[in-house]
């Protein structure tokens, strides 16, 4: 499981989403990809290797300015490591962009239904059947929203999903189930992501997912709902935690800097579970709350 970067606002979303690729990098990665939406068309880079290679495809191939987009990287659970297989995935008549974490359990199962109903794979990833199957989910409900809700709920396994839908130049459809995503609220402007370091440097305030959750991200507003379609009413936090740690610093790589800041992590978790020297007991409700405030 990688990384996810989603933007929508009034910037540059090519270069919102490379800078924030970066800061996702330290979790490790083997293809890493991009896609925006200008005038109801995808444009998608993707490549395997490093993120560097994307931004030399990106010089050598440019894509149209536009202020939304979505981006990845990838650790290939279904599928070599191949341009192909890089995400993000677009549905077969182009209606979806898909970025995806984790694992489709009855991917196979999925595959073969689609076929029988005439998509065509290009790709060898599990994450190409949501691409198709929101595609299928939207030609009987004619709605995006409604598309992902029937397609959540066929879907087995873990996943964190960025979707575009590209009749909507102003929406991510955030989806979450045992794979970490967070929105990061903005002015004018709102970002999606699998770990807050990646919109750090334009807000610290965040909205955690909880586990089967849907997010409607766009640039002046977010909604969140379950996966039986139910608003729900979540409440943002501020992240105490200062863009400079979500880098290497001093250290050449992110594993010494791990292994060095040991130490400093062990007594920060330790002094939320404690006080004066004595264990305290939290509500569940209040961990997040008391997390986010002394961890980021
Ligand atoms: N299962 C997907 C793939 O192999 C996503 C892997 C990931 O989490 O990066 O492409």
Known sequence: MCGIVGYTGYKDAESVLTVGLHK?????????????????????RKKAGKI??????????PIPKANIGIAHTRWATHGGVCD???HPHISQKGKFAVVHNGIIDNYSNLKRFLEENGYKFLSETDTEAISHLLEYNFEITGDPFEAVLRSVRMLEGSFALAILFNEDE?????????????VGLGK??????????????HTKEAI????????????????????????????????????????????????LKEIYEQPKVIKKNLDIYTKNGKPTLLKDSNLRKVLSEKTG
């Open 24 to 44: 996702v990098e330290y979790r490790g990665y083997d293809s890493a990809g991009l896609v925006v939406l200008k005038d109801g068309k995808f444009y998608i």
């Open 52 to 61: 560097h290679e994307l931004e030399i495809l990106l010089k050598e191939d």
């Open 84 to 86: 192909i297989n890089a």
């Open 170 to 182: 102003d929406l991510i459809i955030g989806v979450r189930k045992d794979s970490p995503l967070i």
């Open 188 to 201: 004018g402007e709102n970002f999606l992501a699998s770990d807050q370091v990646a919109f750090l440097q």
């Open 208 to 255: 955690f997912m909880d586990n089967e959750e849907i997010a409607l991200v766009r640039r002046n507003s977010v909604e969140f709902y379950n996966f039986d379609g139910i608003r729900l009413d979540k409440r943002s936090v501020f992240l105490n935690y200062g863009d400079e740690e979500a880098e290497k610093g001093p250290y050449p790589h992110f594993m």
